[in-house]
């Protein structure tokens, strides 16, 4: 049997990276920190912003690279696809 964890987010509109508030053995577990951080400031004026992920453990979740944004809002993607030096 895998085992699952449930990570708790909280995504302010204007923040783009959000709140990991916690990883919880259950989805009981993670609904009931909602209910304590709706009575928090920031929280409480954006109720709506929580999300319950289920992830298994010791399973890979991102198996393909990432790009990024240049300073002219343009996507780039790695331009040296060579392994990384161990220096």
Known sequence: MTAVVFLLWHQHPEDE???LL?????????SARIDEAVT??????FVDAFTIDEY????DHWTT????MDLDGEWV???DPSPR???
């Not at 916690?22 to 993670?30: I, K, M």
């Not at 928090?40 to 004026?45: A, E, K, T, Y």
């Not at 298994?56 to 399973?59: A, K, L, Q, T």
């Open 17 to 19: 990276e959000g709140k």
């Open 56 to 59: 298994e453990v010791d399973e």
């Open 22 to 30: 916690g990883v919880y053995s259950s989805r009981d577990r993670a």
């Open 40 to 45: 928090l400031p920031g929280f409480r004026r």
């Open 77 to 79: 993607e790695d331009p």
């Open 85 to 87: 030096d161990s220096n």
């Open 65 to 68: 690279g990432f790009a990024t």
